[in-house]
């Protein structure tokens, strides 16, 4: 009994070290608003192909609500036309279709991502700006909606079954009765050889796909044939992770860029050529920051796109977010103080949110210095408990923010989302 209380006093011990030694605040910097611009005036160069936004949490208002005023600045000011969310990629496509098409109601387009932490008012909004923003223009001028995950079956599924129904009923039959058993209901019951023949059968779907392409594309589109391919490449990206759960983060991480790769190629052929990608921080930055050791996203693009990749993480001081409750499947509110001497450097500024360019930042040298100096960024995922709050390294990763970012925007004081249900 006594080795037992003596481990949880040392445990506890480094715990609360760990925790006193980030806890420290920096100091505000003279004249540092001279560095920051609202959201709605974001300079981004000319030469950019690629957006990277950054969300410090996903339960936020300020988050959520910056998607959409970070997408309309970069509509009306950049010419982006194309906004990508970290995201299912069949369900953003019933989103694409109602922004394009009106059918149905925002809401109803935003629950087929089947993510909760997108099942907002804000969520909501932004689609409907979308949607409304379709019907004040030109075809040639209009904006699309994308989701670049692969964590969901059923809008894929449905999405390629129905291409197969236009082009191939013999086919269409034959995979509905090998695919009835695959859905997001179902998938985590699948075993290894049942995820192993679903993978198998995939394969032969793309091979189809491929080989026959000639005849496809003259029975529909060039579109709906490359969108059919790329439902097919989803769900079998979905069966990998599952095949392959060990390397889960580094391939989902990979098959994100690969994805967001594809959306910016399809794009483009049709005259699109800048996106903006919403993802959580940890995704967008650069330089695979994370203690979980797997490649970001953001290190792919920048290795992709090198310039033409930019990347606005954000961060925040004080907040109370909404999250999941561990285990328990229940969704909370949590509130923290978070400083590092980035954040703390601006935190004089009058403004609760604002835009930082690290560029015009790095004139300061008293900024250039914190700039290029390891800190403790704001990171937080959907899954949260009471204690995190007790060592910094459980919500925040630690980077050199102009390695991992161009731009920084920064809440001051974060306030939690409330999930629709």
Avoid at 9 to 15: L, Y
Avoid at 108 to 133: F, G, R
Wanted: hydrophobic share 40%; proline share 1%.
């Amino acid at each position: 009994m006594f080795a037992l209380k003596k481990s949880w006093f040392v445990t506890a011990s480094i715990a609360l070290s760990v925790f006193l030694a980030g806890c420290g605040t920096g100091e505000a910097v003279e004249n540092v608003a001279q560095y920051t611009s609202t959201v709605e005036t974001i300079d981004i160069p000319n030469d950019v192909k690629v957006i990277g936004f950054g969300e410090a949490t996903h339960g936020n208002i300020e988050f959520h609500e910056l998607k959409k005023d970070l997408f309309q600045a970069l509509v009306e000011n950049e010419d982006v036309r194309v906004f990508v969310l970290e995201g299912d990629f069949g369900g953003a496509q019933q989103i694409n279709q109602f922004i394009l098409t009106g059918n149905g109601t925002a809401e109803e387009a935003v629950n087929a991502l089947d993510y909760k932490i997108y099942q907002t008012e804000q969520m909501i909004a932004l689609v409907q700006w979308m949607h409304d923003y379709n019907r004040t223009v030109d075809e040639n001028e209009q904006v699309y909606f994308y989701g670049n995950d692969m964590q969901r079956y059923d809008y894929s599924k449905i999405g390629l079954l129905d291409y197969y129904e236009k082009v191939n009923g013999d086919a269409a039959k034959g995979y509905v009765k090998q695919l009835e058993h695959v859905s997001n209901e179902t998938m985590r019951e699948l075993t290894n050889s049942q995820l192993q023949e679903l993978d198998a059968t995939m394969d032969t779907i793309i091979s189809d796909l491929q080989l026959n392409s000639p005849v496809y594309r003259s029975s529909s589109s060039e579109e709906s044939f490359a969108l059919a391919l790329q439902y097919a490449q989803i769900m079998k990206q979905r069966t990998q992770l599952f095949l392959n759960d060990s390397n889960y983060a580094h391939l989902r991480d990979q098959y994100l860029a690969e994805n967001l790769q594809w959306i910016v190629d399809f794009e483009a052929a049709r005259g699109h050529d800048k996106v903006l990608i919403s993802a959580h921080n940890g995704h967008i930055e650069k330089t695979s920051a994370s203690l979980a050791g797997y490649k970001a996203m953001g290190d792919y693009l920048e290795e992709i796109y090198g310039e033409a990749y930019f990347s606005i993480g954000t961060d925040f001081i004080d907040n109370t977010f909404q999250a999941l409750n561990g285990s328990s499947g229940e969704r909370k509110n949590y509130t923290l103080e978070h400083h590092n001497d980035l954040v703390d450097a601006f935190s004089g500024v009058e403004e609760n949110v604002f835009y930082v360019d690290f560029e015009q930042a790095s004139t300061s040298k008293e900024l250039a210095t914190i700039l290029s100096t390891e800190q403790k960024m704001g990171n937080i995922g959907d899954d949260f408990r009471s204690w995190y709050k007790f060592a910094k390294m459980f919500y925040t990763i630690e980077m050199i923010p102009n390695e991992a970012y161009d731009g920084l925007i920064i809440v001051k004081e974060a306030t939690p989302t409330t999930v629709i249900e």
